[in-house]
T-cell receptor, first 110, second 114 residues
């Protein structure tokens, strides 16, 4: 049974701070990893994809991947109240059936 | 470029009925995947279609089925509805086959089974 684990939160950070979201996975053959943002009552929105070990930066977002330790993280710099949402980690895995984490709720307070 | 569209957006059915949901992918995308999202189980994969062929299927009963047309539009059908089928049904499209590629979600269809 493939697993993708995320801390459900809520993770509360002040505006302007760095929010750090973490995800661990069990399927060692996974080659691609995705972060989605989901606002309440809306559908998931792809914000980052990462395929290689190391960091990938896109604006205020940085994804970090460590395949040896089987974790992927998302850093949000200069957090804004509009970043308040649930962040889902997705790991397709070797069986080509994607597994999503349950998501981490992020609250950015002014 | 228009995003993924799903119809209807909301649906209310009673137990035992069947329902058909529709998804139009982003223009040029040939892969369509379907997901069920509930508060209890989170986001779960139903199936993926590419070039009118089902590529893989999640762990759902045979009451859940789907198909894809030559224009890449897809439908999913749920027969003999149960109360537990109440959920947000999401469709996602991708340029390439395989859920290991970037997927873009539609707004979803909220199904309520009474």
């Amino acid at each position: 049974q493939k697993e993708v684990e995320q801390n459900s939160g809520p993770l509360s950070v002040p505006e302007g701070a760095i929010a750090s979201l973490n995800c661990t996975y069990s399927d060692r053959v996974s080659q691609s990893f995705f972060w989605y943002r989901q606002y309440s009552g809306k559908s998931p929105e792809l914000i980052m994809s990462i395929y290689s070990n190391g960091d990938k930066e896109d604006g205020r977002f940085t994804a970090q991947l460590n395949k040896a330790s089987q974790y992927v993280s998302l850093l949000i710099r200069d957090s804004q109240p509009s970043d308040s949402a649930t962040y889902l980690c997705a790991v397709p895995g070797g069986s080509y059936i994607p597994t999503f984490g349950r998501g981490t709720s992020l609250i950015v307070h002014p | 470029k228009a995003g993924v569209t799903q119809t209807p957006r909301y649906l209310i059915k009673t137990r035992g009925q069947q329902v058909t949901l529709s998804c139009s992918p982003i223009s040029g995308h040939r892969s369509v995947s379907w997901y069920q999202q509930t508060p209890g189980q989170g986001l779960q994969f139903l199936f993926e279609y590419f070039s009118e062929t089902q590529r893989n299927k999640g762990n759902f009963p045979g009451r859940f089925s789907g198909r894809q047309f030559s224009n890449s539009r897809s439908e999913m059908n749920v027969s003999t509805l149960e109360l537990g089928d109440s959920a947000l049904y999401l469709c996602a499209s991708s340029t390439l086959a395989g859920v290991e590629n970037e997927q873009f979600f539609g707004p979803g269809t909220r199904l309520t089974v009474l």
